[in-house]
């Protein structure tokens, strides 16, 4: 089997890393988001709650692009998120349910962590579907987009459907 690009990060890099507040803050994120289901409970607050899960997105970013340095991993993050986004747009509380069992500040903490400790079968994994992450994340954008548009529309609708009772 061919050995992946990046595979070690050197002892003192790794443990300034790990030391770093941006990969303690991932950690703990991830932990209060996924496995004490705060990020579908945010997901309540209409528009704001992604919007809020988005920015803690931010710190598995600044680690994958500027301390990991590893374009992949930072593909799969961004595709991770964008996936997490568009399961909490789902309307009608749907997307709300999804989320409980969609966890991917768990799978973007997973990731980095096989980086940082220089797992080969999660450093192979995420090199060798780079490409299809960035189709993946294309295609999250769009669905994105038509959900936003779908949210608009049927609050439009319903405001509309109000606004002909009271008048």
């Not at 500040?105 to 079968?121: K, S, W």
């Amino acid at each position: 089997m061919e050995k992946p690009q990046n595979c070690r990060i050197r002892p003192e890099r790794r443990l300034r890393i790990e030391r770093s507040l941006a990969y303690r803050s991932i950690r703990i994120i991830a932990r209060w988001m996924d496995r004490y289901f705060l990020d579908p409970i945010i997901g309540l607050l209409p528009g704001a709650g992604d919007f809020l899960s988005s920015v803690l997105a931010v710190p598995f970013l600044y680690v994958s692009i500027f301390q990991v340095r590893s374009l992949p991993l930072t593909l799969a993050v961004i595709f991770n998120t964008l996936r997490d986004v568009a399961l909490g747009l789902v309307p009608f509380w749907i997307g709300n349910v999804i989320d409980v069992f969609n966890r991917g500040y768990l799978q973007n903490f997973r990731l980095i962590v096989g980086f940082v400790e220089g797992d080969r079968e999660i450093i192979g994994r995420v090199n060798r579907n780079a490409f299809r992450m960035a189709l993946l994340i294309a295609a999250c954008c769009a669905v994105i987009c038509w959900l936003v548009r779908l949210g608009i529309s049927v609050a439009s609708g319903a405001g509309d459907f109000l606004g002909g009772l009271f008048s």
